[in-house]
C-alpha cells in the first residue's frame, strides 16, 4: 500500500512518515550502491522517492537534514568516470510468441521487398541475462571497458573487466586496428552460490540473483574485489571497428572465437521459421541445465548488409528481436482497486495487492488495464489472484483463483463518474469502426481539476520542461490557490513572487495550526528561521521556472501532453519541422496530416490525435499565451552531413531496387525530410515508372526529378 493521501496527512503523521521514509530509502540505497541487491523494482524505489518529496513539499518545514532529497538517486552512480560510446549501445524490442516472431520475420521480409522463396538466414543466439558491456581494443590490446550506462554513456570500469579471465587483455590473429567488441557479463549459478555462502560467512548481505551480483561484482571501485569474483563474458556484437572481417553475424562471431574471445556455444544459423522457433524451444527445454542465467533467445538477420539496409527504429535495431521466456508468476490477495484520472481523463484501475515477491522483486501494485479487462478476469476484492511480471513492465493479473474467493465476494461496479470531479466518464465510440473504446473517460475535460492538475504535473515532469522545485504536490497547491490553470500560467508565477509566497505562508500556516492542535507546542520561536527558509524556496522556485523559459521543441512538443505523443514521436515531429515557427505553420496547413503521416514512425492514430489538438481553439490559444513566454530552441540538424540533409523529398511511383518503407527510413537517417506531397517547398522528387500526379506537380513547381539510380548515387549507394 502507498499510504494515506498526502493532502490527508496531519503534520505529526507527517513528520513520522518522513522519518520512516529516510530510513527506508536509505536501506535501499545501500542495497542497491553497496551490494547491488536491490529488494524492490526501480519504479517502486521512484515512489518511494516521490512520495517523499511530495511530503515535503506539503510540509516544507518538516524537511529532515538526512532527507533522501538532498542526495542524488540511486541509479545516477558518480562512482566511476563517465565513457561516450563512439556507436551507442542500442536495446532490443522483444517478442513474446510465435506469433511475434512470423510478424518479426514478416516485417524484415517486407521491409526488404523479399519476394516468397526468398530465405533470410538467422542468427538465433542465447539472451544472457546479465549486464553488457563494451570492451575497445586497439591494435589488439584493451584499452578501455564500460558499462551500457544510458546507452549513450556509460561507466569506465576497465581495471575490473580486466580481472575477467574470459576478457583477453591482448587478441589473438588479426583482429581491426579498432574494435569495440560488445557481449554480457555475468555469473554462473556455481559462482553464484559460491559467492552468496561467503558473504553469508563473512556477515555481509547476499544477492539476490546472479545477475545482481554480476552487476554489483563488476561496479566495485576496488578492482582486488571484482578479482575475487569469478566472472565470465561472451561476446555478441560491436561498436566502432576500423574495418570488418566478416560479412555476417555467424562470420563475425567466428571472428571473435578466432580472436580468442568467448562465444556462447549454442548459437545456431537458422533458414526458416520452423528452425528457428526449434532453436528457441531447444533451449527453453536445457535453461536449467545450463548453469548460467538466459532470459530469452535474441534473433538477428545473419547478413550484415541487410542489417545496414534495415537499420533501427528509435532505438533498437529493425533487424534483431528478444523472444522472451514467459513471465514470472506469484501467487497474492488482491486487497483493492483504485482508480486513478490520468491527464487524458482515463480512468485507469491499479490492483493494490499484498506485498509478494515476484522473481526477485517485491510487487505490491498490479496493473488492471480497464474496465472490460476486470469484468473478463472477474476479479473481486479479497480474491486470490495470480501476477505476472516480465522485464521492466509493469506487472499484471493473470486470472483469479476461484477457489479461494472469499465468501460474498461481490462483482467489482466500474464508476460511470469521475472520482474527482464527479462529470460522467464515458466509453467512447469510434465514428468510422463503431467500435466502443476500451477506455472509460471523465468527460469533464478542461473542467475536470484531475486532468488540469495531471497536464501540468505532465508539463513539468522530467521528459518535458523538467523544472527543479516544482513537483506534484506544489502544482496541486497552486492550483488550488487558483495560481495555476494552465502551462503559461507557470510562467506567470515568476511576476507574482508575493502571491506565491503567500500561498506557501497561508499553507504553512494552516499546517502549524494543524500541529500546534495535534501537539500542543508553541512554534512562534523558530518563525524568523522558517521564514528564511521559505524565501529562499520562493527563489530558487523563480529562478528555476525563469531558467525553463529556454526550451528545446522536442521536449515542449512532449509537454504539451498530445495523445499517444511522448518522447520518441515528440523528437521525431521536432526533428521533422526543425523551428517552432515551422512546426505551427505546418499545422495550420491543410496537408498537416498527411505531412505527418509521411513521417517513419507516425501513423494514422498519431497523425490524427496531433490534428485534433490544433483543431482545438483553446488548445492554439493556450500554446500562444504559452509561447509568449518562451524562448524556443530549433532542433540541431543531424550530426552526420550528407548530400541530402536538410532537404525534402518525395518519393513517387514503384521502387524497384528497395521498398518504400526502405527508401524513406534511408533518407531520413540522411537527414532527408521525407514528405507525402509535393510543392514548391520539395527539393527532390524520386520518381519511378508510374509515377503519376506528384511528377506533374514536380514539374509545376520545377522541382528536381531523380531516377531511382541517380537518387542511390546521390546519396551513395
Ligand atoms: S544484441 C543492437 N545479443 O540484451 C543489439 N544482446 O535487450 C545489441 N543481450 O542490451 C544487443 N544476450 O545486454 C544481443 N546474444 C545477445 C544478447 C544480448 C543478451 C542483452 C544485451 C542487450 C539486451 C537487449
Known amino acids: 500500500m502507498t499510504g494515506k493521501a498526502i493532502d490527508k496527512l496531519s503534520s505529526a503523521e507527517a513528520e513520522k512518515e518522513l522519518d520512516r521514509l529516510a530510513r527506508e530509502i536509505a536501506e535501499h540505497d545501500?542495497?542497491?550502491?553497496?551490494?547491488?541487491?536491490?529488494?524492490?523494482?526501480?519504479?517502486?524505489?521512484?515512489?518511494?522517492?516521490?512520495?517523499?518529496?511530495?511530503?515535503?513539499?506539503?510540509?516544507?518545514?518538516?524537511?529532515?537534514?538526512?532527507?533522501?532529497?538532498?542526495?542524488?538517486?540511486?541509479?545516477?552512480?558518480?562512482?566511476?568516470?563517465?565513457?561516450?560510446?563512439?556507436?551507442?549501445?542500442?536495446?532490443?524490442?522483444?517478442?513474446?510468441?510465435?506469433?511475434?516472431?512470423?510478424?518479426?520475420?514478416?516485417?524484415?521480409?517486407?521491409?526488404?521487398?523479399?519476394?516468397?522463396?526468398?530465405?533470410?538466414?538467422?542468427?538465433?543466439?542465447?539472451?544472457?541475462?546479465?549486464?553488457s558491456a563494451s570492451l575497445r581494443y586497439e591494435k589488439g590490446v584493451l584499452v578501455q571497458g564500460a558499462t551500457r550506462g544510458d546507452g549513450q554513456e556509460g561507466e569506465d570500469i576497465t581495471a575490473n573487466l580486466r580481472?575477467?579471465?574470459?576478457?583477453?587483455?591482448?587478441?589473438?590473429?588479426?583482429?581491426?586496428?579498432?574494435?569495440?567488441?560488445?557481449?554480457?557479463?555475468?555469473?554462473?549459478?556455481?559462482?553464484?552460490?559460491?559467492?552468496?555462502?561467503?558473504?553469508?560467512?563473512?556477515?555481509?548481505?547476499?544477492?539476490?540473483?546472479?545477475?545482481?551480483s554480476a552487476a554489483g561484482s563488476v561496479r566495485q571501485l576496488d578492482p582486488s574485489i571484482t578479482a575475487g569474483r569469478t566472472l565470465n563474458f561472451f561476446a555478441y556484437a560491436w561498436g566502432e571497428i576500423s574495418e570488418m572481417p566478416a560479412k555476417t553475424q555467424s562470420g563475425m562471431l567466428e571472428k571473435f572465437r578466432e580472436y580468442g574471445l568467448a562465444v556462447n556455444p549454442l548459437v545456431k544459423r537458422c533458414e526458416t521459421l520452423d528452425e528457428v522457433l526449434k532453436f528457441y524451444r531447444d533451449i527453453e527445454t536445457r535453461r536449467a541445465r545450463l548453469g548460467y542465467d538466459i532470459d530469452g533467445v535474441v534473433y538477428k538477420v545473419d547478413r550484415l548488409d541487410l542489417q545496414e539496409r534495415l537499420g533501427f527504429v528509435s532505438r533498437s535495431p529493425r533487424w534483431a528481436t528478444a523472444h522472451k521466456f514467459p513471465a514470472e508468476q506469484a501467487e497474492t490477495v488482491l486487497e483493492d482497486i483504485e482508480i486513478q484520472v490520468g491527464r487524458t481523463g482515463k480512468l485507469a484501475p491499479v490492483a493494490r495487492l499484498k506485498p509478494v515477491t515476484v522473481g526477485g522483486v517485491v510487487v505490491r501494485n498490479a496493473t488492471l488495464h480497464n474496465e472490460d479487462e476486470i469484468a473478463r478476469l472477474d476479479a473481486r476484492i479479497g480474491d486470490t489472484v495470480v501476477i505476472q511480471r516480465?522485464?521492466?513492465?509493469?506487472?499484471?493479473?493473470?486470472?483469479?483463483?476461484?477457489?479461494?474467493?472469499?465468501?460474498?465476494?461481490?462483482?467489482?461496479?466500474?464508476?460511470?463518474?469521475?472520482?474527482?470531479?464527479?462529470?460522467?466518464?464515458?466509453?467512447?465510440?469510434?465514428?468510422?469502426?463503431?467500435?466502443?473504446?476500451?477506455?472509460?473517460?471523465?468527460?469533464?475535460?478542461?473542467?475536470?481539476?484531475?486532468?488540469?492538475?495531471?497536464?501540468?504535473?505532465?508539463?513539468?515532469?522530467?521528459?518535458?520542461?523538467?523544472?527543479?522545485?516544482?513537483?506534484?504536490?506544489?502544482?496541486?497547491?497552486?492550483?488550488?490557490?487558483?495560481?495555476?490553470?494552465?502551462?503559461?500560467?507557470?510562467?506567470?508565477?515568476?511576476?507574482?513572487?508575493?502571491?506565491?509566497s503567500k500561498a506557501l505562508a497561508e499553507h504553512r500556516a494552516a499546517l502549524s495550526e494543524e500541529r500546534r492542535a495535534a501537539e500542543g507546542k508553541d512554534p512562534v520561536k523558530a518563525k524568523a528561521k522558517k521564514e528564511d527558509r521559505e524565501d529562499k524556496v520562493v527563489e530558487n522556485l523563480m529562478a528555476a521556472i525563469e531558467r525553463r523559459r529556454t526550451i528545446g521543441l522536442d521536449r515542449l512538443i512532449n509537454a504539451l501532453g498530445i495523445r499517444h505523443v511522448g518522447e520518441t514521436t515528440a523528437r521525431l515531429i521536432a526533428r521533422h519541422y526543425r523551428t517552432i515557427d515551422a512546426f505551427l505553420d505546418g499545422m495550420k496547413a491543410e496537408n498537416a496530416r498527411e505531412e505527418l503521416e509521411s513521417l517513419e514512425g507516425i501513423g494514422g492514430i498519431v497523425a490524427e490525435a496531433i490534428c485534433d489538438f490544433f483543431g482545438e481553439k483553446h488548445n492554439v490559444k493556450a500554446l500562444d499565451r504559452l509561447l509568449a513566454w518562451l524562448d524556443v530552441t530549433p532542433m540541431a540538424a543531424p550530426a552526420k552531413s550528407s548530400p541530402v540533409s536538410g532537404k525534402t523529398v518525395v518519393f513517387t511511383g514503384t521502387l524497384e531496387k528497395m521498398t518504400r518503407q526502405e527508401a524513406k527510413a534511408r533518407a531520413e537517417s540522411l537527414g532527408a525530410k521525407v514528405s507525402g506531397s509535393v510543392s514548391a517547398k520539395t527539393d527532390i522528387v524520386v520518381a519511378g515508372p508510374g509515377a503519376g500526379s506528384k511528377l506533374k506537380d514536380a514539374?509545376?513547381?520545377?522541382?528536381?526529378?531523380?531516377?531511382?539510380?541517380?537518387?542511390?548515387?546521390?546519396i551513395g549507394g
Not at 563517465?82 to 517478442?95: E, I
Not at 466500474?414 to 462529470?423: A, R
Not at 514539374?699 to 542511390?712: F, G, P, R, Y
Open 30 to 131: 545501500r542495497r542497491y550502491h553497496a551490494e547491488d541487491a536491490p529488494s524492490i523494482s526501480d519504479a517502486e524505489y521512484d515512489a518511494l522517492r516521490r512520495r517523499n518529496a511530495a511530503i515535503e513539499e506539503r510540509f516544507p518545514l518538516l524537511v529532515r537534514p538526512d532527507s533522501p532529497s538532498h542526495r542524488i538517486g540511486a541509479k545516477a552512480s558518480e562512482k566511476f568516470a563517465k565513457v561516450v560510446h563512439a556507436r551507442p549501445m542500442l536495446s532490443l524490442d522483444n517478442a513474446f510468441s510465435d506469433e511475434d516472431v512470423a510478424e518479426f520475420l514478416g516485417r524484415v521480409r517486407r521491409f526488404l521487398g523479399l519476394k516468397e522463396g526468398e530465405e533470410i538466414v538467422i542468427m538465433a543466439e542465447p539472451k544472457i541475462d546479465g549486464l
Open 163 to 212: 580481472t575477467i579471465s574470459d576478457i583477453p587483455l591482448r587478441l589473438q590473429g588479426k583482429p581491426p586496428a579498432v574494435l569495440e567488441v560488445r557481449g554480457e557479463v555475468y555469473m554462473t549459478h556455481k559462482a553464484f552460490e559460491a559467492l552468496n555462502k561467503r558473504q553469508e560467512k563473512d556477515g555481509k548481505p547476499t544477492y539476490a540473483n546472479p545477475r545482481n
Open 390 to 500: 516480465a522485464g521492466d513492465v509493469i506487472p499484471q493479473i493473470v486470472r483469479v483463483i476461484p477457489d479461494k474467493r472469499p465468501r460474498g465476494a461481490k462483482p467489482y461496479k466500474f464508476p460511470d463518474t469521475c472520482p474527482i470531479c464527479d462529470s460522467h466518464a464515458v466509453r467512447e465510440v469510434d465514428e468510422k469502426t463503431g467500435k466502443v473504446d476500451v477506455d472509460r473517460r471523465c468527460t469533464g475535460g478542461l473542467i475536470c481539476d484531475a486532468q488540469t492538475v495531471e497536464r501540468l504535473k505532465y508539463f513539468v515532469a522530467r521528459d518535458g520542461f523538467d523544472i527543479e522545485g516544482l513537483g506534484g504536490t506544489m502544482i496541486e497547491l497552486f492550483h488550488d490557490k487558483g495560481l495555476l490553470k494552465e502551462p503559461a500560467d507557470i510562467f506567470a508565477l515568476t511576476e507574482k513572487p508575493e502571491k506565491v
Open 699 to 714: 514539374q509545376k513547381h520545377s522541382v528536381q526529378v531523380l531516377d531511382e539510380d541517380a537518387w542511390l548515387k546521390l
